[in-house]
């Protein structure tokens, strides 16, 4: 049986991963010949990252998923604490990539370096991340956790509702947000150009 919240953990994973390739691909296509146009989707993307995965989902896995599955399974106890090193550093380090792309977008091509090497080195680092949430934490999590920790996951995760899994409305909030990414961002993730 796949837990809701083990549904939601892979749904947000893959629309975190869609966007992460985007990301990606829009550093290395490069600003091209509309620069505002192309720092306007990164600084949403970025956005994105820092006000979903960082701040609701990241939270649950550490106060929720990890501990317990850390106390019945001390053979994962280093994963899950090199897990939660990364939870606890990743949202200075999208605001540090936040800066540098404002610094290049500001001060021109002499921080363009700079940017595209961090830049990829968090991505690398955050798909590897989710790698082994996905290969080592949550089947040991399907293993040693009870009903009730699933019930409380479940309904924890089931408030996350990120826009863009597609399997939620928009937040009217955030819909602008949403609308910016999607019809501006390269595929997978978006409809713009490729």
């Known amino acids: 049986m796949t837990h809701e919240s ?3 953990i892979r749904d947000e994973h893959s629309a ?9 691909m829009m550093v ?6 509309e620069p505002e146009h192309f720092f306007d989707v990164l600084r949403a993307m970025l956005f994105y990252i820092d006000e979903f995965p960082e701040r609701l989902h990241h939270t649950k896995e550490t106060e929720l998923l990890f501990p317990p599955v850390a106390a019945r399974s001390p053979h994962v106890r ?3 604490e090199r897990l939660e090193k990364d939870h606890a550093h ?13 610094a290049w977008e500001l001060i021109g091509e002499s921080r363009r370096a700079e940017f595209e090497e961090t830049v990829n080195r968090y991505l690398d680092f955050y798909l590897e991340h989710m790698r082994l949430e996905e290969t080592v934490v949550i089947p040991e ?3 040693v956790l009870t009903e009730q920790d699933w019930k409380a996951l479940d309904e924890a995760f089931a408030t996350n509702c990120d826009p863009l899994t597609g399997k939620y409305p928009r937040d009217p909030a955030y819909d602008r947000l949403f609308t910016r990414i999607v019809m501006q961002a390269p595929a997978p993730i978006g409809l713009g150009e490729a």
Not at 16 to 24: N, V
């Open 6 to 8: 083990i549904r939601i």
């Open 78 to 80: 280093e994963v899950i």
């Open 141 to 143: 999590a399907q293993k």
């Open 90 to 102: 990743g949202e200075s380090t999208v605001r540090e990539i936040q800066h540098l792309l404002l």
């Open 28 to 33: 290395k296509r490069g600003p091209g010949n």
């Open 16 to 24: 975190l991963a869609a966007m992460l390739q985007s990301l990606r």
